[in-house]
């Protein structure tokens, strides 16, 4: 079974600097990726996602993520963080012709610095 | 199209009672997905449908806890003889399948509390 590991529970940064949130994957396959955020007693949002071709993938609120086989990892990226972005973020992992089985890593809290 | 809603947003209740929550998928999407999430955790997958049937169930589902679509459309999930163990937020998410993993869309959650 897939799994994900994001092995930085808590980071923070200052408004305006850049912003990469690490993310590792367990799948025997080629995996389908994703990143989500989740604003304080909210949902989920999904920021992006990796199904197949170019393994840099663009999202909204100006996020990217890129997709590296060779590392399991699946890191997400930001150029310039705004004090908005503060939230937690959860990378997922999930099989495609197992509909149900998407795991989720265990987040990374961002702070974000004025 | 109005996202993924879920009723109530908040409940609290008492050890042993019984609760019922509610989801509203986007309307066209097939699926309909149960995750629950503990503080400081990802989601963790319960259940989920494909319109009316429910087709998987994880062990985490433990048999006091049931959900329905009974028309394919909206959901409930019932939690019998609450402990204070299932205090968590309670996630429900849609998408559009159609023979591959389509993109899941999560609704507010529900958050529970168990005094």
């Known amino acids: 079974a897939q799994s994900v590991t994001q092995p930085d529970i808590h980071i923070t940064v200052s408004e305006g600097a850049s912003l990469e949130l690490r993310c590792n994957y367990s799948y025997g396959a080629t995996p389908y990726l994703f990143w989500y955020v989740q604003s304080p007693g909210q949902g989920l949002q999904l920021l992006l996602k990796?199904?197949?071709?170019?393994?840099l993938v663009q999202g909204i609120k100006g996020f990217e993520a890129e997709f590296k086989r060779s590392q399991s990892s699946f890191n997400l990226r930001k150029p310039s963080v705004h004090w908005s972005d503060a939230a937690e973020y959860f990378c997922?992992?999930?099989?495609?012709?197992?509909?149900?089985?998407?795991?989720f890593g265990a987040g990374t809290r961002l702070t974000v610095k004025p | 199209d109005t996202g993924v809603s879920q009723n109530p947003r908040h409940k609290i209740t008492k050890r042993g009672q019984n609760v019922t929550f509610r989801c509203d998928p986007i309307?066209?999407?097939?699926?309909l997905y149960w995750y629950r999430q503990t503080l400081g955790q990802g989601p963790e997958f319960l259940t989920y449908?494909?319109?009316?049937?429910?087709?998987?169930k994880s062990r985490l589902l433990s048999d006091r806890f049931s959900a329905e679509r009974p028309k394919g459309s909206f959901s409930t999930l019932e939690i019998q003889r609450t402990e204070q163990g299932d205090s968590a937020m309670y996630l429900c998410?849609?998408?559009?399948?159609?023979?591959?993993?389509?993109?899941?869309?999560f609704g507010p959650g529900t958050r529970l509390l168990v005094l």
């Open positions: 997922a992992v999930g099989a495609k012709y197992n509909n149900n089985d998407m795991r």
């Open positions: 998410a849609s998408s559009l399948d159609a023979g591959g993993l389509g993109t899941q869309y």
């Open positions: 449908f494909q319109n009316e049937a429910q087709l998987e």
């Open positions: 309307s066209e999407h097939n699926r």
């Open positions: 990796y199904f197949s071709g170019d393994t």
